[in-house]
């Protein structure tokens, strides 16, 4: 999750990293960003650096967003409490590459990847998916391919229609609770 004002900067493109305590080891290639309480974006990580606090330079604050090193000192220890120049802190680079404001309404699954409908049903619909379902929105995920998810799970790569009504169902529900949606144009042209 990431905070409105980052978020901001990041869909601009004036934050093209974020620095966090710690040593953090990115499961997927790929993140999907969420703020304001929904997802975002999709961000593809381009790098990953381990620094200690001390080393970092102004060129480090400024991909967070910064103008500064002393503004992000300031920032991690609002964020965190006590930062210690010895302290790991990992620096993840990222670059924009799906803006879910700007989603492709002409598409069956909206411009997403079935594996991205996966990760977000599993994040915001747990509730409301049997577990059947949850199964399944789990392989995909992963980045398991329909027809690889439709053998192991049905035992037959036949089986992926059943599987794409699956991902729809999670789709359709994501859009109707809110949580992602198709642009809208507006009477310029301009996307709302």
Do not use: C
């Not at 305590?21 to 790929?30: A, N, Q, S």
């Not at 302290?87 to 989603?103: A, C, G, H, N, P």
């Not at 992926?160 to 609770?177: C, E, F, P, S, W």
Request: hydrophobic fraction near 35%; proline fraction near 4%; charge should be positive.
């Amino acid at each position: 999750m990431m905070r409105g004002e980052y978020a901001r900067l990041l869909l601009s493109g004036k934050k093209r990293a974020t620095i966090r305590l710690g040593k953090v080891i990115p499961k997927y290639d790929e993140v999907i960003i969420h703020s304001w309480g929904r997802p975002i974006a999709k961000a593809k990580i381009v790098n990953v650096t381990y620094k200690r606090v001390r080393e970092l330079t102004d060129e480090d604050a400024r991909k967070d967003g910064f103008r500064s090193r002393d503004e992000l000192l300031r920032e991690l220890r609002s964020v965190y409490g006590e930062v210690k120049d010895n302290d790991l802190v990992t620096i993840i680079e990222l670059e924009i590459i799906q803006r879910f404001d700007k989603l492709v309404p002409e598409d069956p699954y909206l411009g997403l990847k079935p594996s991205d409908i996966g990760r977000l049903a599993l994040r915001y619909l747990r509730d409301e998916l049997s577990r059947e379902e949850l199964s399944i929105l789990e392989e995909l995920a992963k980045g398991k391919s329909i027809r690889w998810v439709a053998k192991k799970l049905t035992g037959s790569p036949l089986n992926r229609g059943k599987i794409r009504r699956i991902v729809r169902r999670a789709l359709a529900l994501l859009v109707k609770k809110g949580i992602i949606g198709p642009s809208k144009k507006g009477s310029e042209g301009k996307t709302l």
